[in-house]
């Protein structure tokens, strides 16, 4: 069960760089999520989607776009790379919308902007 | 919009003895309450979660938390832990109607031989 797959799983960027981060899941899930998790301070939404074609911000959005053109994947594309984006990344999804849905997390993708 | 309190950013303990990770949440409506683990280098996992009926809920590797609604409280508990055990703690917490979680700071749990 490969579940929630994150590349890469490391990257330095320069400032002003732009990349993308993949994220695909094999579970057929509808809702997708990528927070930004830095130290002692939890875990913060960028993105989510809702399905395929549907995408919204979340608490932290500046700086990132998103896009979900299939169920599987979800890429967040970091644009003018910021020493403030150096952060982990954690690709997610769930099933559906169900409040008492259980969130999948990727492995994690470590970000450094130099 | 609710938030989430885990009030200790870290705890020691040596193995074999007892502990209790606390969440407080703040919110006057239902909820669901969720603790997750993230093991190093690791993505988050569900430790266990409280969706309603009993109030103790117990979970993998022999943890378990209780959901205390007048204290609005799902502290974690494990009462001997591992070595293994080591590991960033998450509580969660999802207001009825919606299924975005918030979550805690995270309580760094580290184990003592």
């Known amino acids: 069960n490969a579940g929630v797959t994150q590349t890469p799983k490391f990257r330095i960027l320069k400032i002003g760089q732009s990349m993308t981060l993949q994220c695909a899941q094999d579970?057929?899930?509808?809702?997708m999520y990528w927070y930004r998790q830095d130290p002692g301070m939890g875990l913060k939404l960028i993105y989510y989607?809702?399905?395929?074609?549907?995408?919204d911000k979340g608490e932290v959005p500046n700086g990132y776009n998103v896009s979900r053109s299939t169920t599987e994947d979800f890429p967040l594309r970091l644009e003018l790379a910021a020493p403030s984006q150096t952060s982990v990344y954690f690709c997610?999804?769930?099933?559906?919308?169900?409040?008492?849905?259980?969130?999948?997390f990727g492995e994690g993708s470590w970000l450094t902007v130099v | 919009a609710q938030s989430v309190t885990q009030l200790d950013s870290q705890v020691p303990v040596f193995e074999e003895a007892p502990v209790e990770l606390r969440c407080n949440y703040s919110?006057?409506?239902?909820?669901?309450l969720f603790w997750y683990v993230q093991y190093p280098n690791q993505g988050l996992q569900l430790l266990l979660k409280?969706?309603?009926?009993?109030?103790l809920v117990k979970g993998i590797n022999g943890f378990e938390a209780e959901f205390n609604k007048s204290q609005t409280s799902f502290h974690l508990r494990k009462p001997s832990v591992h070595i293994s055990d080591t590991a960033e703690y998450f509580c969660?917490?999802?207001?009825?109607?919606?299924?975005?979680?918030?979550f805690g700071r995270g309580t760094s749990l580290i184990v003592h031989p």
């Open positions: 409280y969706l309603s009926g009993s109030t």
């Open positions: 919110s006057s409506v239902s909820v669901y």
């Open positions: 989607s809702v399905g395929a074609g549907i995408t």
């Open positions: 579970m057929n899930h509808n809702y």
């Open positions: 969660a917490v999802t207001l009825g109607g919606s299924y975005i979680p918030t």
């Open positions: 997610a999804s769930s099933l559906d919308g169900s409040s008492g849905n259980t969130i999948y």
